[in-house]
């Protein structure tokens, strides 16, 4: 069992060759692109999704991994969730290879694997650099192509940070390094998410209104995960075309100013927040501003980041 720590940058494509120049300034091992195709399993009655739980095959170079990953958390962006790999001689599914002690009491995985279909794939072209950035070993991978469930297609764009040796610390500042030119914003939800959800259908989304009040009786690492989670929330709505979210975005903006208000500095403020947040805000204003080039821009990136290390390091 490990623990997968990432942060998932969603990537323009013009954005590609900028961050890859990027990367050849740090120490770093290069590995060549490979096909890496991925099928993910679930029943009828989503029972593994009820579990919080995702299961998988992924074939590379006429190798074969089955991995589960089991009920996690995200801080801020950072994803962090148990996961167990096996290797296979075929592409079939062999629960009863991975630890009982991950199953709820009672399940009966034999019954569970024979009710299981395939769902949906991801299909990508993975290319990795593992660099060595302050004090830690990060793998950075670029993966490009495309998500296919229920006769639908989603593309796939995107740089994932994942943490081999080292601190968490490091994987942000690194994503600030990378963060410098636009066309890079935080995402949220894994390929595997994103899978459910074309296969499934999605709903209409109804967001829950954002309280301009803060419970400061709350520990504020609590006030600012949530903060973050409903900025990424009002965010990823208001790119899929939900007008309204940019009001939404205006109010988490407003809670993080006003956390600022009640911290000094020795909560480990970040001083740079400000400018940071009065920049976004403005742009935020103009009647010009989209979504897409308010979300992809450097400064807009900067400051979600800034708010997650400070989160972290509260954390630590």
């Not at 790999?85 to 630890?99: I, R, V």
């Not at 601190?167 to 066309?183: M, P």
């Not at 939900?242 to 006003?258: A, I, N, W």
């Amino acid at each position: 069992m490990s623990v997968e720590i990432e942060l998932k940058l969603i990537a323009r494509p013009l954005a590609i060759p900028v961050v890859r120049q990027q990367l050849l300034l740090f120490p770093h091992r290069y590995f060549a692109p490979q096909k890496l195709t991925n099928i993910y399993f679930e029943t009828a009655d989503n029972q593994l999704r009820g579990l919080d739980m995702g299961l998988r095959i992924r074939g590379f170079d006429d190798q074969y991994e089955m991995t589960i990953k089991t009920a996690g958390e995200v801080i801020g962006g950072l994803h962090q969730r148990p996961e167990y790999n096996l290797s296979l001689l075929k592409p079939e599914l062999a629960l009863t290879l991975f630890p009982p002690h991950i199953w709820p009491e009672n399940c009966d995985v034999e019954a569970l694997q024979s009710r299981l279909n395939a769902l949906f794939s991801t299909d990508f072209i993975r290319e990795k650099w593992v660099v060595t950035y302050g004090q830690s070993e990060i793998e950075v991978v670029l993966d490009q192509g495309e998500i296919i469930g229920a006769g639908r297609k989603e593309p796939i764009c995107e740089f994932e940070l994942e943490l081999k040796q080292g601190t968490v610390v490091d994987v942000l500042a690194l994503a600030a390094e990378l963060a410098k030119s636009d066309g890079l914003r935080q995402g949220n939800k894994s390929k595997a998410a994103r899978g459910y959800q074309l296969a499934q259908g999605k709903p209409k989304t109804i967001l829950p209104q954002v309280s301009v009040e803060i419970d400061m009786q709350q520990s504020l690492p609590s006030v600012l995960s949530s903060i973050l989670a409903h900025w990424q929330e009002q965010e990823e709505s208001w790119l899929t075309g939900l007008s309204e979210s940019r009001d939404g975005l205006k109010q988490v903006l407003t809670l993080v100013q006003r956390v600022l208000e009640y911290c000094n500095e020795s909560a480990g403020r970040p001083e740079q927040l400000d400018d940071q947040l009065a920049a976004i805000n403005q742009k935020l204003s103009a009647a010009e501003t989209t979504a897409e080039t308010l979300c992809y821009s450097s400064g807009y990136l900067q400051c979600k980041l800034a708010l997650t290390m400070w989160l972290v390091n509260l954390s630590a």
